[in-house]
Each structure stands twice: as structure tokens, then as C-alpha cells.
């Protein structure tokens, strides 16, 4: 059985321990590979490789790197089609969204931060009157740490270590244990690629052991993180007293705010979208749409009829909407909350229950997508996250009314607000307590835009020149002429 190693120094290692965890195929429920089960002594051998690394990368020009990292770039794309297949078979997902979005974004990480790392620039100051002048340097941190969670494996690992490299740190980085393949694949093209050894470690290994050895190791500078706010917490109480700099993208509860003026269609299929997606395993996904009162009518009809109209089935099938759901545990989580919301008054629409996909997925964990109504904004369904294909859909008579509901929870990670009336686009925009807000679209990325929530969604924002300046520090110096 194939297994997943540790990429150390720039090889290929086996975990100290020797011992290995199972990998499961969500679509089938079986266990396909091994991963590298590591502790705290691989993470020691992988800062001790980055720390050697340090001194040469970080005097490393900034054309180098960018070379260096346009090479993984096309080797990616050079096996995009066996990446997205490897994405599928780890994660669930249909395998066509692992084509379409995952793995190209992957490339794009790589790509935006090789060329944006060539047009950083130190500021300076002309201290007229002093006869002196100050200019300020951006020093790479020295060794960081980048741990992902599973839902979009190799586009978020990417998204952390493609800054962190190009800044010139070296890095310390954990793919989530549910999803370790395509990190490991990664490690194999950075050979490939001529990337020096201990630039990027990846050690795997489960997140209470291999990640917290991470956060708690005195040399690692600075943790670069996704996950789930629990344990966001946990890593903001290890690494604030130990004065780490911190980056935190945590869970969320995303309102979906549709007018009654909005473009119908676009707005319909765009919200299928922003619903189910990625089985809704998407930090971004909207869970609670607020539909006002005049349109609603309508759209609990339309909504219900193209939801119940997707396919779950097996992610290799091209014509797949909805794959698996990407662990057992995880499975069992969104049963759970689908059982809370029935109790807590509210009716199924559509889904509601688990599905059996035959053939050689019959003991894989799918779940209907499900829309729910005839719930309070805030009953527990619609405060906690559930993070599956499960929405629920609430009338709303105005603007105030809505951003009550829609700001009631205590995520702020993302918010989506559909209407042709400008004005209030705006105004709601404004108002509405997260990071990013879509108007009149969804998932719109440009990468040099900031990324990340408010309140319990985290600190910090990634993307653009936010995240090289994350990777590095400041120095100012004053020098008298
Ligand atoms: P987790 O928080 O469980 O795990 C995230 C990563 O942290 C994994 O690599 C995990 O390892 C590791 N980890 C677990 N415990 C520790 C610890 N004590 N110290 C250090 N690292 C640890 O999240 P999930 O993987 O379940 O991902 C889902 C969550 O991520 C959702 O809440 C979702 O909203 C959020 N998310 C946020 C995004 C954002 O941009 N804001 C984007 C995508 C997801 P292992 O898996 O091996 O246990």
C-alpha cells in the first residue's frame, strides 16, 4: 500500500516512530494509503532542516525564488489531471472540481506570490530638519509555520507556503491528516523542481501531536493557520504568550442576503452554488440564506427544485454535483445537526438523510443536499457551523431586520448580498460584520485583495501583499548624515 512520507531536508522520510496511519477514500469508506504517523521528533529534525536553510534562502534574490517557484508551477500543471484525480480520491470531492478549482488555484498561489515577491519595496523617509534619513527594511521572519485543514487541501496549503517561501522564510508545514496526499505529492515536484532542501518540510501526522509540536516549537517565528476556531483557540493560547506572530482563518456562518429586486436567475444559480459546493465544505459557503418576504415564495420553490435535482454520486463520475463527504467522523457530524434542526422545529424541504450510491461506492458517506426551513435565526442550527451540504432559508421584511439576523452569529468570516438597488448594496456592505462581502456574486477571487474574518472567524488576512508582510518583520533604521 502506497505511503505518504514526511518531505525532511529535502527528502523523503520515514516518521521516527515508524508507525503509520490509515488513509481513507471517503467515496468508498476504505482505507487506501498510509500516512507517516509523526511527533514532536520529526518536527524537531524539520525546523532544525529549516533553520539551516534559512541563511542561504533568505539571501536568496527575489528572481531566484520567483524561478524556483515558476518551475513547481508548471510541473503542477504538468500533472493537473493526476493531482485533481489524487485531490478526489482523498478528499471526495467529484473530481471535476478538483480539476476546475483546486489544483488550478494551487498554481495560481505559486504564481501570484513568485512574481509579487519581485515588486516588494522598503520605504524611507527624508528627516528634513535632523539632517537625517530612515529607511525601513522587511526582513523574512526566518522559520514559520503553515498548518491546512482538509476541505480545500492542496489551494490552502499552497496559499500559506507560496508567501512564506517567496518572502524568503523556510517552513515547517502540516497538511490536515485527513487529507495528506497531495502535499505529498507537492514534496515530490519540490525535489523536482530544484527547490534547496529544508526550504519547505512537510511533516504529516495527526494535529493534537504534529501540529501543536509546530505551534509550541521555540524557533518557529510565526504560525500561519486554518482550521476550525476550537482550535485556533488552542494555538492563540500556546503561541500569544510565546509572542508569535499569528494569522488565524477560522470557521464561519455565512449569511446569503437576496432582495426581492436581485437578478432572479443569476442570483438562483449562484446560491445553489454558494450552498453546495464542495459538498458545502467551503469556509466561504453561504448556510443561512435570507430570502425577503416578497420573493420568498418563489425562490423556496425554485431553490428546493434545482437542490433536489443535484447528483451526489461518485466523484470519479463526470457528471457528479455532489461528492462525499470528506470523513466519517465528519459524516456523523452533519447527521447530528440534521437530527438538531428537526428538533429544533424545522422542516426538510429537500435531503435530510444520508445516501447510498451503489456500486463501488455503496459504503462511502454521502449526504443529500438538504434545505431546511421554519427556523429562528437564533436557534442553534443557525448559529453553530456545520460545515456540509445543509442550509436553511428565512423570510425577512427589511434591511435592518436582516442584518440583525445576519450579524447574530459570532463567526464574521463571509457575507453575500443580492439586489440591483446600488445604494443599498452598499449601505448592507457597510454594515455587515465580516471580512469579505460579496455583491451580486460569489467566491470572485483576485488574489490581491485581503482575506479573512472578524469576531470568532479569526485573525489576520491573507492574500496579496498582507501575507508577505505577515512573513516578514520590520526594521527601521536611522541613519544621521
Ligand atoms: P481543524 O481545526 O480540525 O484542523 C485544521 C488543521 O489543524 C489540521 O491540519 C489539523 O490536523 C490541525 N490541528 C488540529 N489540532 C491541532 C492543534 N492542537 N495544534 C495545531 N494544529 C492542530 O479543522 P478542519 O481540518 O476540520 O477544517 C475545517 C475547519 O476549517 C472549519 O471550521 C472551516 O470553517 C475552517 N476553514 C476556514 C477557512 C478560512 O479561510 N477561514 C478555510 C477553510 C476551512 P489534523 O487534521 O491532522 O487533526
Redesign the pocket.
Known sequence: MQKILNYIGGELVEPVSGENLDNFEPATGDVYSLIADSDERDIERAVEAAKAAFPAWSATSPEARHDILMRLVGLIGRDLDSLAVAESVDNGKPVSVARSVDIPRAMANFKFYATAAMHTANESHDTVGQNAINYTLRQPLGVVGC??????PLY?FTWKIAPAIAAGCTVVA?????TPMTAYLLSKLCIEAGLPPGVLNIVH????K???A??SHKDVKAIS????????Q??ARVGAPMFKKLSL????KNPNIVFADCNFGEMLATTVRSSFSNQGE??LCGSRIFVERPLYARFKTEFTARVAALKVGDPNDPDTDIGAIVSKQHFDKIMTYIDLAKSEGGTILTGGSSVRVDGRCESGWFIDPTVIEGLPHNCRTNQE?I?GPVVTIMPFDNEDEVLAYANSVRYG?SATVWTENLSRAHRVAAKLESGIVWVNCWMLRDLRTP???VKD??IGREGGFEALRFFTEEKNVCVKL
Request: aromatic content about 8%.
Open positions: 498548518i491546512s485543514p482538509w476541505n480545500l490552502l502540516k497538511p490536515s491528516e485527513v501526522g495527526r494535529g493534537p504534529v501540529g501543536s509546530i505551534v493557520f486554518t482550521g476550525g476556531t476550537k482550535t485556533g488552542e494555538i482563518e477560522l470557521g464561519g467551503i469556509c457551523e460545515f468570516l482575506f479573512g474574518g472567524s479569526g
